[in-house]
């Protein structure tokens, strides 16, 4: 119960400097110092927390594929390729509406982490015509990525919940897809449909496209995340080389010149993302070596109740404490190859619960280039999160019960 207390604290401790426009690289290295000392503080815990953290590739692999993603963005948005392809898609679809759902989910199928960078800006495009306040399209970017969390097999959490469970993948994708449908309809009702357009004067009117401009300008928007995915899954290439071949043919193609490119580089290099980016992942390894965690899941497990209760709070803490799918998958689907092996009941509320933490985390990165992008308030944006994941999850308990 100590450890559950002390995670709590940690966790609102970030919030509250969070909400008081403390940096996030700050306000998570206030946390690990408070976790750290409040955990049996030793020099070796923090050395290795360290060396761990700047050690592992996977701290590159999210900071070079991040550093990439917003070269990208920077190329797609200085040549006019994003506004170009939105009106493109305009034509296609004729609904702002509609773009303000297809942009983001599109976007999310790219097993990129703090990739929402990339989609914030089409967001930001798609509804300038509605009355959107920074949370509010912080909150429609952030929720349509992230629909997929259930169904896509690119993502690491669906491969280590398959793995762990010992189900198919194929299997694992088909019996979750009604949760992807119903975060669509959940994020339909209550984000888009109440959207109010602006007067008509102040309302942008359709750009008029050649047919050969609309298409070059979807192929120029939509090749390089098409072309991510094929070398990320067919020829399985990690997320940061990828990017990077992207980005060095989008520089051909576009025929950028020296200054552009050094322009471009200077752009990426945003030291505040970087020092958070670099503060969540020293988090999790302080986390992680505190064995806090593993005091909460015995915790709960020694009490007598359902497998399901167990289950979901451990996946639910999960996801928050760590902002990343693998995460809780690493933590809670231990408990269910122990619990009852193979069981698609549990691993359903196992990966709503957990999805539910992990959108709800200060950890998420996601969430934090987001808020960074749009210059919006956490608390404001986090507050409706938290009640569309309470409907999703009375809704999903519906469903299962039936």
Same mark, same amino acid.
């Given at each position: 119960?100590?450890?559950?207390?002390?995670?709590?604290?940690?966790?609102?401790?970030?919030?509250?400097?969070?909400?008081?426009?403390?940096?996030?690289?700050?306000?998570?290295?206030?946390?690990?110092?408070?976790?750290?000392?409040?955990?049996?503080?030793?020099?070796?815990?923090?050395?290795?927390?360290?060396?761990?953290?700047?050690?592992?590739?996977?701290?590159? *692999?999210?900071?070079?594929?991040?550093?990439?993603?917003?070269?990208?963005?920077?190329?797609?948005?200085?040549?006019?390729?994003?506004?170009?392809?939105? $009106?493109? $898609?305009?034509?296609?679809?004729?609904?702002?509406?509609?773009?303000?759902?297809?942009?983001?989910?599109?976007?999310?199928?790219?097993?990129?982490?703090?990739?929402?960078?990339?989609?914030?800006?089409?967001?930001?495009?798609?509804?300038?015509?509605?009355?959107?306040?920074?949370?509010?399209?912080?909150?429609?970017?952030?929720?349509?990525?992230?629909?997929?969390?259930?169904?896509?097999?690119?993502?690491?959490?669906?491969?280590?919940?398959?793995?762990?469970?010992?189900?198919?993948?194929?299997?694992?994708?088909?019996?979750?897809?009604?949760?992807?449908?119903?975060?669509?309809?959940?994020?339909?009702?209550?984000?888009?449909?109440?959207?109010?357009?602006?007067?008509?004067?102040?309302?942008?009117?359709?750009?008029?496209?050649? *047919?050969?401009?609309?298409?070059?300008?979807?192929?120029? $928007?939509?090749?390089?995340?098409?072309?991510?995915?094929?070398?990320?899954?067919?020829?399985?290439?990690?997320?940061?080389?990828?990017?990077?071949?992207?980005?060095?043919?989008?520089?051909?193609?576009?025929?950028?010149?020296?200054?552009?490119?050094?322009?471009?580089?200077?752009?990426?290099?945003?030291?505040?993302?970087?020092?958070?980016?670099?503060?969540?992942?020293?988090?999790?390894?302080?986390?992680?070596?505190?064995?806090?965690?593993?005091?909460?899941?015995?915790?709960?497990?020694?009490?007598?109740?359902?497998?399901?209760?167990?289950?979901?709070?451990?996946?639910?803490?999960?996801?928050?404490?760590?902002?990343?799918?693998?995460?809780?998958?690493?933590?809670?689907?231990?408990?269910?190859a122990l619990l009852s092996p193979g069981d698609i009941?549990?691993?359903?509320?196992?990966?709503?619960?957990?999805?539910?933490?992990?959108?709800?985390?200060?950890?998420?990165?996601?969430?934090?280039?987001?808020?960074?992008?749009?210059?919006?308030?956490? $608390?404001?944006?986090?507050?409706?999160?938290?009640?569309?994941?309470?409907?999703?999850?009375?809704?999903?308990?519906?469903?299962?019960?039936?």
């Amino acid at each position: 119960m100590v450890s559950v207390i002390k995670i709590l604290v940690v966790l609102i401790l970030i919030v509250i400097l969070l909400n008081r426009k403390v940096k996030l690289g700050n306000s998570m290295l206030a946390g690990s110092a408070l976790l750290f000392f409040w955990t049996g503080p030793s020099m070796g815990k923090v050395s290795e927390a360290v060396s761990t953290t700047l050690v592992s590739p996977s701290t590159w *692999e999210i900071i070079f594929a991040l550093y990439f993603v917003m070269c990208l963005e920077y190329q797609l948005r200085t040549k006019g390729i994003i506004d170009g392809f939105m $009106a493109s $898609a305009r034509s296609i679809f004729n609904s702002d509406r509609l773009l303000l759902v297809v942009m983001p989910s599109f976007l999310g199928f790219l097993p990129s982490l703090g990739g929402a960078i990339f989609s914030a800006p089409l967001v930001e495009n798609a509804g300038k015509d509605y009355e959107l306040t920074a949370e509010k399209k912080t909150v429609i970017n952030y929720w349509f990525r992230h629909v997929w969390e259930f169904t896509n097999p690119l993502f690491t959490g669906m491969l280590l919940a398959s793995q762990l469970s010992g189900i198919p993948l194929s299997r694992l994708v088909v019996s979750m897809s009604w949760v992807t449908i119903l975060a669509f309809i959940i994020g339909w009702i209550f984000l888009i449909s109440p959207l109010k357009l602006k007067s008509r004067n102040e309302a942008a009117q359709p750009e008029q496209q050649a *047919e050969n401009e609309k298409w070059r300008y979807i192929l120029l $928007a939509a090749g390089p995340v098409l072309a991510n995915l094929a070398l990320v899954v067919l020829f399985q290439i990690s997320a940061a080389i990828s990017m990077t071949i992207v980005v060095v043919a989008m520089t051909i193609i576009l025929r950028q010149g020296a200054s552009d490119i050094r322009a471009m580089l200077n752009h990426a290099l945003d030291q505040k993302l970087l020092w958070g980016v670099f503060n969540i992942l020293f988090f999790q390894n302080i986390l992680r070596l505190s064995g806090a965690v593993t005091d909460i899941t015995v915790l709960l497990n020694s009490f007598a109740i359902p497998a399901a209760l167990v289950v979901g709070i451990i996946a639910f803490l999960g996801g928050l404490l760590t902002g990343t799918s693998q995460g809780f998958v690493a933590i809670a689907f231990p408990f269910i190859a122990l619990l009852s092996p193979g069981d698609i009941f549990l691993v359903t509320v196992c990966f709503i619960a957990g999805t539910a933490g992990h959108m709800l985390s200060p950890a998420h990165l996601c969430l934090v280039v987001t808020l960074d992008y749009f210059k919006a308030n956490f $608390a404001k944006s986090i507050r409706p999160v938290f009640i569309l994941e309470i409907m999703m999850l009375a809704a999903s308990y519906g469903i299962l019960s039936m």
